[in-house]
């Protein structure tokens, strides 16, 4: 069974920084693009990053390009989101989710997701 | 970017009737869009892949068509389990986009 753990949201105040991680389990983690994809309070969903199977390849959305940094680590099978100067509209839940594997392809889409880490950017 | 919009915002309708949704791609993504069902306090779950494929699991009354910048959503005949927000996304160019979503509510 899939299995995406999120932990390291919190409160922060704005210009902060946050690193968030992803423990994940039950599938070939090094084979699979993983991303962050969040949802503002009532909003919704915005894809951040990704980051390629190997870890040479990072994506960002231009709006958090030079602030947060996606990294993985093969041999924990974990995948991290530093988050520096935050913004108040960086608020959201930040969720870990996994590429879609069917019939001998990666389609990069998510079909497993995290249950989600509330970050809060406030004075 | 890829701007992805989707139409209606909100759409009213009963259990039994036949639902209908839009999304429409600022540039063209080829077959490249999932859809997504989200139910409050719940991740999303992938319904539709590659424009017309379902995911695993996903029963028939769920159907997708489309390509190049035009896509629909066909709920054949909605339960209520499926009263829900949906949401396209796009795959064809970085960064991945996501549409503003559907939310389909009981009349």
């Known amino acids: 069974e899939v299995k995406l753990v999120e932990s390291g949201g919190g409160l922060i105040q704005p210009g902060g920084s946050l690193r968030l991680s992803c423990a994940a389990s039950?599938?070939?983690?090094?084979?699979?693009?993983m991303s962050w994809v969040r949802q503002a309070p009532g909003k919704g969903l915005e894809w951040v990053s990704g980051?390629?199977?190997?870890?040479?390849?990072?994506y960002y959305t231009d709006s958090v390009k030079g602030r947060f940094s996606i990294s993985r680590d093969n041999s924990k099978n974990t995948l991290s989101l530093h988050m520096n100067s935050l913004r108040a509209e960086d608020t959201a839940v930040y969720y870990c989710?996994?590429?879609?594997?069917?019939?001998?392809?990666?389609?990069?889409?998510?079909?497993?997701w995290g249950q989600g880490t509330l970050v809060i950017v406030s004075s | 970017e890829v701007v992805l919009t989707q139409s209606p915002a909100t759409l009213s309708l009963s259990p039994g009737e036949r639902a209908t949704l839009s999304c429409r791609a600022s540039?063209?993504?080829?077959?490249?869009l999932a859809w997504y069902q989200q139910k409050p306090g719940r991740a999303p779950r992938l319904l539709i892949y590659?424009?017309?494929n379902r995911a695993t699991g996903i029963q028939a009354r769920f159907s997708g068509s489309g390509s190049g910048t035009d896509f629909t959503l066909t709920i054949s005949t909605l339960e209520p389990e499926d009263f829900a927000v949906y949401y396209c996304?796009?795959?064809?160019?970085?960064?991945?986009?996501f549409g503003g979503g559907t939310k389909v509510e009981i009349k």
């Open positions: 989710a996994k590429d879609y594997y069917e019939s001998s392809a990666f389609y990069e889409y998510f079909d497993s």
């Open positions: 039950g599938f070939s983690f090094s084979s699979h693009t």
């Open positions: 980051i390629s199977g190997s870890g040479g390849t990072t």
């Open positions: 540039e063209s993504v080829n077959v490249h």
């Open positions: 590659d424009a017309s």
């Open positions: 996304q796009q795959r064809s160019y970085w960064p991945l986009t």
